[in-house]
């Protein structure tokens, strides 16, 4: 379980093909010292294993179902990667419950620079549609792993985006041009609630 709040951007360094997958090195010099083998960690938003361990890197393993229902197949030497390490108990729940599962990829549909005395951009995304239902003004999506407050709808699959400068600083979001995919994780209640919802809502009568 993670939060959504982004310790660290750390840099692919090695992209290694195997028959199991692809295996992955990103330098991570704040995080990787307090990891150990074993260790879940959010890559982007989607909760990866540590396989092997240097001082400043860290290795995982992505198998080819993470590959396709996540970001991770595009991802080679130099890019930048928002991680997070699993949530603690007795930790501060700053952003919200994140389990580190994709549910799909979106896209960045466009960006507004802010304007004079207005330090927040806004970033619209197009997210798939079965995230779409489950999220709801002012509720929290997870995006690249970054916990998230939607702003506005614009559209039926659309959500917008305030992204206050801090966020901008320390997340990848820096680097998306229009069209760039992102991982998407809906929130979590929402999901429930909505599965609840369509087991156990009774069908219209007939007739």
């Known amino acids: 379980m993670f939060t959504g709040l982004v310790e660290e951007v750390g840099t692919v360094v090695a992209v290694a093909t195997r028959p199991e ?7 991570a010099p704040n995080i990787a010292p307090d990891l150990t083998g074993g260790a879940s960690v959010a890559v982007d938003g989607a909760c990866l294993t540590v396989a ?21 197949g595009d991802y080679q030497v130099g890019t930048r990667v928002n991680l997070e390490r699993a949530l603690r108990l007795g930790d501060r729940l700053g952003g919200h419950l994140v389990q580190g ?9 466009s960006r507004t620079d802010p304007a004079p ?12 549609r079965e995230v779409a239902r489950a999220t709801v003004l002012h509720g929290s999506i ?6 998230l407050t939607v702003s506005e709808q ?22 998306l041009a229009a069209g760039a995919p992102v991982n998407v994780e809906g929130d979590l209640i929402g999901k429930y609630v909505g599965k609840l919802l369509s087991v156990y809502t009774p069908d219209p009568p007939k007739g």
């Open 21 to 27: 997958g692809r295996r992955m090195t990103i330098r």
């Open 52 to 72: 092997a361990l240097k001082a400043a890197t860290f290795a995982v393993d992505v198998v080819p179902a993470t590959l396709t229902r996540t970001i991770a």
């Open 101 to 109: 599962h994709v549910d799909g990829v979106g896209s960045l549909v």
């Open 117 to 128: 005395g207005d330090g927040a951009r806004l970033l619209t995304f197009r997210v798939p």
């Open 142 to 147: 997870t995006l690249n792993g970054i916990s």
């Open 154 to 175: 614009p559209g039926r699959d659309l959500v917008r985006i305030a992204i206050v400068p801090y966020t901008w600083k320390h997340t990848n979001l820096a680097d």
